[in-house]
Antibody, heavy 118, light 108 residues
Framework: QVQLQQWGAGLLKPSETLSLSCGVFGGSLSGNYWTWVRQSPGKGLEWIAEINHVGNTNYNPSLKSRVTISIDTAKNQFSLKLSSVTAADTAVYYC????????????WGQGTLVTVSS | EVVMTQSPATLSVSPGEGATLSCRASQSVNSDLAWYQQKPGQAPRLLIYGASTRATGIPARFSGSGSGTEFTLTISSLQSEDFATYYCQQYNNWPPLTFGGGTKVDIK
């Protein structure tokens, strides 16, 4: 049973860059896509981006200009960077596993609350 | 972008009763529809994929149906642990993958 454990800074100032990572335990990065989803009171669940073990990526067009997703197969983890954050980026961010590109998520991390405030 | 609309926003049900939750897509997503359950302070949990296939370990009281633009999640007899918020998600037309706004099932 794969487990995802995520970490990263929870309090940012406007214009800073959000940086989160997600470690994958009990399974390999191969054969799946690895996803970031966020949840804010105003917008519900929002899919951000996904990546597979060879670095193929897909992004939400609404966030693409500010998002970088990356993967480190040696460390069995993947990461999210979101630049130029504003209060609208305040949300709980989840990492998750998808069986394929553009698919449903069958395993999720515990979530990280990221608050953007001056 | 495919817009997913869930109804009702809140559903009040007595334990032991059944519940029917609806999800509508703004265009056809065939059967590429998943349902998730989320409890406060927890991550979403996959219940149903392919519109009607239960995920591993999901009790048989949860069932999904529908195709195209209209989908239903049915909980046959609500247990105490079923009171939660439920989300649908389409994965047919992407990016982006999109979720519905959720239906909260609370105790009547």
């Amino acid at each position: 049973q794969v487990q995802l454990q995520q970490w990263g800074a929870g309090l940012l100032k406007p214009s800073e860059t959000l940086s989160l990572s997600c470690g994958v335990f009990g399974g390999s990065l191969s054969g799946n896509y690895w996803t970031w989803v966020r949840q804010s009171p105003g917008k519900g669940l929002e899919w951000i981006a996904e990546i597979n073990h060879v670095g193929n990526t897909n992004y939400n067009p609404s966030l693409k200009s500010r998002v970088t997703i990356s993967i480190d197969t040696a460390k069995n983890q993947f990461s999210l960077k979101l630049s130029s954050v504003t209060a609208a980026d305040t949300a709980v961010y989840y990492c998750a596993r998808s069986g394929s590109g553009g698919y449903y998520c069958d395993s999720w991390g515990q979530g990280t609350l990221v608050t953007v405030s001056s | 972008e495919v817009v997913m609309t869930q109804s009702p926003a809140t559903l009040s049900v007595s334990p032991g009763e059944g519940a029917t939750l609806s999800c509508r897509a703004s265009q056809s997503v065939n059967s590429d529809l998943a349902w998730y359950q989320q409890k406060p302070g927890q991550a979403p949990r996959l219940l149903i994929y392919g519109a009607s296939t239960r995920a591993t370990g999901i009790p048989a009281r949860f069932s999904g149906s529908g195709s195209g633009t209209e989908f239903t999640l049915t909980i046959s007899s609500l247990q105490s642990e079923d009171f939660a918020t439920y989300y649908c998600q389409q994965y047919n037309n992407w990016p982006p993958l999109t979720f519905g706004g959720g239906t909260k099932v609370d105790i009547k």
